[in-house]
């Protein structure tokens, strides 16, 4: 996966998986009109759905009433059920088109709506940026919000109970999913390779430890491989804490599967260190931040990706 570096627009190759999508969709329709706009709201959510996958969000389409031939006929309707959010609206425009049109059935029960732009080719989508709440039907694109933006306002809709609370577990209070660890926070040889800014570190041994620690078994489907993230804590005055990272394989394996990374997101989404395992047998990252600071944890692989979200 890769993502453009204009931060304000994202741009996906429309697949012949979509397309193929999309004509099976339109071909349930006898009414052109209607079979046009069923083929568009299909490449709109896959083009979305793709653009959330990148960032780390799940999401469950068969959930999603655009995937549902029946809701197609009646409504004019391209959502997608982002888990642990809500649904959020995916609106298709062509080139050269400077407004959006978003249908009054669809303003109430969205968390969103993100405009995405087509070619004329439709082999390429692009996305432009996205509104919050729906008001009125036409919407110019010159109001839509910065795509810059979209990571952290999906962040601060999640489910409280999927937000870890690191400062809890200093009182032994533990989200479900997260047992003990007794490993230790050990750094391994110095063999992969990372990019970040003056807040990362590798831990020396001598470092004093986190006072509390716990152990999540992480599971990369797509690729039958399982690893494990440990998190620990620690604090080092009454508003900071030391955070620090692991990732290990599970099991009888020794080493973590060549290219997997792991990243430390902000509230945006956007990389505040990062590190791509070489062979090696574990990942140990160490950083600092304030009491109800938020940041997320992304582990990726090819095209498969999981993240966890925490506040401190």
Request: glycine fraction near 4%.
């Amino acid at each position: 996966m890769s993502a453009n570096t204009d931060p304000c627009i994202f741009p996906v190759p429309l697949a012949l998986s979509a397309h193929l999508q999309a004509k099976k969709f339109r071909s349930y329709q006898s009414n052109p009109h209607k079979a046009t706009q069923v083929y568009l709201n299909t490449l709109a959510v896959y083009a979305t759905n793709y653009y959330l996958q990148c960032l780390g969000f799940k999401t469950n389409l068969e959930k999603s009433d655009s995937w549902n031939p029946t809701l197609q006929t009646l409504m004019d309707v391209a959502d997608l059920e982002v888990v642990d959010c809500g649904k959020l609206e995916c609106r298709a425009l062509m080139t050269q088109t400077n407004y959006l049109w978003v249908p009054a059935e669809v303003w109430s029960d969205r968390i969103g709506c993100v405009a995405v732009q087509f070619d004329e080719s439709l082999r390429q989508a692009t996305l432009l940026g996205f509104t919050e709440k729906a008001t009125e039907c036409k919407l110019e694109i010159t109001q839509l919000r910065s795509l810059e933006l979209f990571p952290g306002y999906l962040n601060r809709l999640r489910q409280p109970n999927q937000v870890i609370k690191l400062d809890r577990w200093l009182e032994n209070i533990f989200e479900a999913g997260w047992s003990a660890a007794n490993d230790l926070f050990i750094a391994p040889k110095p063999a992969f390779n990372f990019r970040g800014g003056d807040r990362m570190e590798i831990p020396p041994l001598e470092n004093s430890l986190p006072v509390v620690k716990r152990r999540k078994l992480l599971n990369l489907e797509a690729i039958a491989e399982k690893v494990v993230l440990m998190v620990g804590l620690m604090p080092t005055n009454e508003r900071e804490r030391e955070v620090w990272v692991k990732l290990f394989p599970d099991g009888d394996r020794t080493h973590l599967p060549p290219n997997l990374q792991l990243m430390v997101l902000d509230e945006t989404g956007e990389a505040l260190m990062q590190a791509t395992a070489r062979s090696t047998e574990s990942i140990l990252l160490k950083f600092s931040g304030e009491v109800g600071e938020y940041f997320s944890l992304k582990i990726a692989l090819d095209n498969l990706s999981l993240s966890e979200a925490f506040i401190i």
